[in-house]
């Protein structure tokens, strides 16, 4: 069993920053992928970045240039650092991970970002 376990969501202004964690423990052999996810309420999840273990990374279109997702693969941990943050932002983000094949999803941290 794998546990994702993710911080740093939370209420800020437009313009302002956050940075998210998700730290992932138990029986882990290697992750192949990480990602962050988000949701806002009536939409479908949507990825915002990934980064796979050789490093590439893709991000959402809405996202570029603002968010940057970086791993920690010592400490089985993914961060995503959110600036110039929007009210469109707003959203549960999910931490997500692929290891030894299988799927992994965080429990979710809410982002709000007021106008």
């Known amino acids: 069993q794998v546990q994702l376990v993710e911080s740093g969501g939370g209420l800020v202004q437009a313009g302002g920053s956050l940075k998210l964690s998700c730290t992932a423990s138990?029986?882990?052999?290697?992750?192949?992928?990480m990602g962050w996810y988000r949701q806002a309420p009536g939409k479908q999840r949507e990825l915002v970045a990934g980064?796979?273990?050789?490093?590439?990374?893709n991000y959402a279109d809405s996202v570029k240039g603002r968010f940057t997702i970086s791993r920690d693969n010592a400490k089985n941990t993914e961060y995503l650092q959110m600036n110039s943050l929007k009210p469109e932002d707003t959203a549960v983000y999910y931490c997500?991970?692929?290891?030894?094949?299988?799927?992994?999803w965080g429990q979710g941290t809410q982002v709000t970002v007021t106008p």
């Open positions: 980064i796979r273990s050789g490093g590439d990374i």
């Open positions: 138990g029986r882990i052999t290697s992750i192949n992928f």
């Open positions: 997500y991970i692929i290891a030894d094949g299988y799927q992994w």
